[in-house]
């Protein structure tokens, strides 16, 4: 049985699991806001959910794909909230337990290895001779004055990753900003990423199993709205994508790169130069390959299904 984490409003989970039952490959799924009961039987651990149970010696294989996993306590054992706040801090620990024990089944990446550090992860790539934007942590106005002096061709763009804050009141989508010494600053401000900006042939957008990758690359500089980002899409005319062949010698940069980091999977963004070089620019592990599959036709969510049923069942 393969075990899936996952959400609930994630499609593509939905695709691959239509595979593994082509497969005939026996799964079962965990939603983030899913809540387990665990019974310890010796060596062995059940998991009940409200409609359904399983042991995890039952589990041959995991798909992180989004989540994580959440345990019920029995609140109606104490009242003293010492003795409550001790109890979590031990389930805490068997849930980590739980995860070590996952990590050592055959798995498509692991809930350890779900958040990256960008910063951290770009030194590394430096390390195995990938090229990267120069970046750096600027707070104030008269430091970002000096880099603009220096070279007014800067963008900015968040730490995390992550691609938006909202609230009942706003929205606001984290793209990719260019910025100008014309631009207005405070005097002192929140750290923000600072790179340079680096004028792109296309980009590229890969998605990573293993040694294998499947590459597209994106003809985003030609259109003024996608051109910084090419997540401010055009949907009234939207960009080329095509598929693309990495040269060996990218691939085994990248592949030292995700052993370093521990994932066997994910989402990399790089661009193609003018000048024809390889930028690297980050890597999700949990991000979206379905804009990669559909466009170049990779199937891709039939690739993780096989890669259960190729090392799995198999080999036995």
Known sequence: MIL???????????????????????????????????????????F??????????????VWYRRG??????NDNLFDEPNIDNFRKVELEKIKQLIYYKLS??????RFEASDVNKLIVNDLAR????????????????????????????????????GFISSEKFYIELLTKKIHKKDKFSTN??????????????ELRIFFIERNFWTMAIF????????????NYNHDFPNRNVPFNLPNKIKSKLIKLMNRINLNSGSIDMIYTKNNDYVFLEVNPVGQFGMVSNP???NLHKEIAKYFKENIYERN
């Open 4 to 46: 899936i984490l996952s959400n609930v409003s994630d499609y593509s989970t939905n695709i691959v699991i239509d595979w593994l039952n082509f497969y005939k490959i026996n799964w079962i799924r965990i939603n983030e806001n899913d809540y387990a009961e665990l019974e310890f039987y010796k060596t062995d651990i059940k």
């Open 48 to 61: 009940q959910y409200n409609s359904f149970s399983f042991l995890f010696s039952e589990i041959e294989g």
């Open 68 to 73: 994580k996993l959440n345990f019920k306590l």
């Open 104 to 109: 050592k089944l055959p798995h498509i990446n």
């Open 127 to 162: 390390f195995y001779n990938l090229k990267t934007p120069k970046e750096y942590i600027v707070s104030n106005k008269e430091t970002l004055n000096n880099l603009l002096d220096e070279n007014n061709d800067f963008c900015t763009k968040s730490i995390s990753g992550s």
């Open 189 to 202: 401000f929140f750290p923000s990423l600072v790179q340079s900006y680096i004028d792109k042939k296309f």
């Open 220 to 231: 985003s500089q030609n259109d003024p709205s996608t051109k910084i980002d090419f997540r």
């Open 296 to 298: 170049c036709n990779y």
